[in-house]
């Protein structure tokens, strides 16, 4: 049988974390600096749908871009717990046959995205934490750093600020959010979603948000949706917020916008929680929704054609 033929519409759509993002406290150079990375990961990830790639290897790409990059809350620049290092949690999940991927706390693993694959593909598992992820990292060749390369001293002193304060709700927007994500529908007519962060700033006793957790920050489903969360993690576990935008389309047939608007602008803020997600539906429709001052984010339908925003107008 002739494979799916290389003829539908190739979309990818990222963010690079919600909070208060203003105007007033992003410098020009600084936000310049936002937009030429948001521009880089999207035109990576897009050359990888336009050659006929798969979204998952997409999804990779535009993410590991966001990690390398001190900028954002993932892999380097990843913010501090409260004793100071730096973990780091990531998931991805195939839209195509439901395989999904994570790691949790990890401190070793330079892309943890990387990793997140590599328990989808490579174990029997869907997610794996600490130490023994970091092993099943190491034996499957992925490249691992000291926890130091991970240090960024704008993070460091973050915590300082807010050191003392005992509880995470405590952290100012801008310090805990800058989660970064990708969703990708290939030409092949696959949709992927995947999400990695450092989680929030002075965390404690091993706390892990909803980026690793399938259905809370990251889900993909031919069926319905791809989606990519960033926000209050507690809050998008408690919602289920990426596989509740699923639901809502699959059995209230919400079209992709409706359903994320209203896990997102309403279930969300009603219980008390913020932040935005990504998601994007197989004919290529897709919704950006926040409920913040602000979410690093873009979108690539056609080369050259990559649209990154930072405010909200
Ligand atoms: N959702 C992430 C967490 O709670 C943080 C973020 O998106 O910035 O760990």
């Known amino acids: 049988m002739a494979e799916h033929a290389n003829s539908g519409p190739i979309t990818l759509v990222i963010h690079g974390g919600a909070g208060t993002i203003t105007r007033a406290n992003l410098s020009p150079e600084r936000e310049k600096e936002y937009l030429k990375k948001l521009q880089d990961a999207l035109d990576s990830g897009f050359a990888v749908l336009e050659s006929g790639g ?11 871009i966001m990690e390398n990059s001190p900028l954002f809350n993932a892999g380097k620049g990843s913010v501090f717990t409260n004793d100071e290092r730096n973990e780091l949690d990531a998931s991805i999940m195939d839209g195509s046959n439901l395989m999904a991927g994570a790691v949790a706390g990890v401190t070793t693993i330079k892309n943890p995205i990387d990793a997140a694959y590599a328990v989808m593909t490579q174990s029997k598992h869907v997610m794996l934490f600490g130490r023994g992820a970091e092993v099943f990292a ?6 691992i750093v000291s926890p130091a390369y991970f240090f960024d001293s704008t993070r460091y002193k973050q915590l300082l600020q807010l050191k003392g304060k005992d509880n995470i709700s405590d952290v100012g927007d801008d310090k805990k959010f800058g989660t970064v994500g990708c969703v990708a529908l290939d030409s092949h007519g696959n949709l992927a979603a995947g999400t990695s962060t450092g989680g929030m700033t002075n965390k404690k006793y091993g706390r892990v948000g909803d980026s690793p957790i399938i259905g809370a920050g990251t889900y993909a489903n031919n069926l319905t949706c791809a989606v990519s969360a960033t ?21 209230a047939h919400l079209s992709v916008r409706d359903a994320a608007d209203s896990v997102v602008l309403k279930k969300l803020p009603r219980l008390g929680g913020d932040g935005g997600v990504i998601a994007l539906d197989r004919q290529g429709n897709f919704t950006m929704p926040f409920c913040t001052e602000g979410m690093y984010r873009g979108y690539i339908t056609k080369k050259g054609d990559g649209k990154v925003f930072i405010y909200k107008n």
């Open 54 to 64: 798969k979204s998952v290897d997409a999804v990779i790409v535009a993410i590991k």
């Open 231 to 251: 926000g209050w993690g507690e809050y998008f576990i408690r919602l289920n917020v990426a596989h509740d935008v699923h639901a809502l389309m699959e059995y």
């Open 138 to 143: 190491e034996e499957h060749g992925l490249e």
